[in-house]
């Protein structure tokens, strides 16, 4: 079946460094791939997206590339800050059904 | 700013108590979800809906749990009986499917229930 596979938290770093949080997929077909981001004390928002193979998603610094070939989506920030301490969802979804499955989730935290 | 609003916030409950949990989708949207957040188990799929009719809701205990959409603007969920195990953060979420599918589910701020 469909699913996403994504690094385990908690992740910590300082400001400023650099961030890798690893996604794999599993899926049949072309789904479009996701980041969503919750912060603390609210529902999930969608970060960025990209619909097709060697699309790259971008929002708010954060960036990410939908490579078929290793069926990964990594969520990549160069300089993080200590407002994006969240917990960031890697997900999949196709355009014939409505719903969109979700990893388990990342943890940041960043000291100041 | 449309948003999707959700009714109570916070509810504390004793076992055995009905809980009934409302959300109020974007208007226009034709999808809504209902998600279950815990620590143990994350953010489960507990069911949802495609113009007011329910497309899935295998995540969803069926022996206590209901979910319901009485009208395009309103979706309830409902626990009856409550247990201590149900304690979690109840999100609703919206969205637009088919030809006009965006891509993306907008969540409400949840409802976070105690079950004591």
């Known amino acids: 079946g469909n699913s996403v596979t994504q690094m385990e938290g908690p992740v910590t770093l300082s400001e400023e460094a650099f961030l890798t949080i690893n996604c794999t997929y599993t899926?049949?077909?072309?789904?479009?791939l996701f980041w969503y981001v919750q912060y603390p004390g609210e529902g999930l928002q969608l970060l960025l997206k990209?619909?097709?193979?060697?699309d790259k998603g971008s929002n708010k610094g954060f960036e990410a590339t939908y490579r078929k070939e290793t069926t990964s989506f990594h969520l990549e920030k160069g300089s993080v800050q200590v407002s994006d301490s969240a917990v960031y969802f890697c997900?999949?979804?196709?355009?014939?059904?409505?719903?969109?499955?979700f990893g388990s989730g990342t943890r940041l935290s960043i000291r100041p | 700013d449309a948003r999707v609003t959700q009714t109570p916030r916070d509810k504390v409950t004793e076992m055995g108590q009905e809980v009934t949990m409302r959300c109020q989708p974007i208007?226009?949207?034709?999808?809504v979800f209902w998600y279950r957040q815990t620590m143990m188990q994350g953010l489960e799929l507990l069911a949802y809906?495609?113009?007011?009719?329910?497309?899935?809701d295998s995540g969803m205990p069926k022996d206590r749990f209901s979910a319901e959409m009485p009208d395009a603007t309103l979706a309830t969920l409902k626990i009856q009986p409550s247990e201590p195990r149900d304690s979690a953060v109840y999100f609703c979420?919206?969205?637009?499917?088919?030809?006009?599918?965006?891509?993306?589910?907008?969540f409400g701020p949840g409802t976070r229930l105690t079950v004591t």
């Open positions: 809906f495609r113009n007011r009719a329910p497309l899935d």
């Open positions: 990209a619909t097709k193979a060697d």
């Open positions: 208007l226009g949207h034709n999808t």
């Open positions: 997900a999949l979804a196709y355009s014939s059904a409505s719903k969109i499955i």
């Open positions: 899926a049949t077909g072309y789904p479009s």
């Open positions: 979420a919206s969205g637009l499917s088919g030809r006009l599918w965006t891509y993306e589910q907008y």
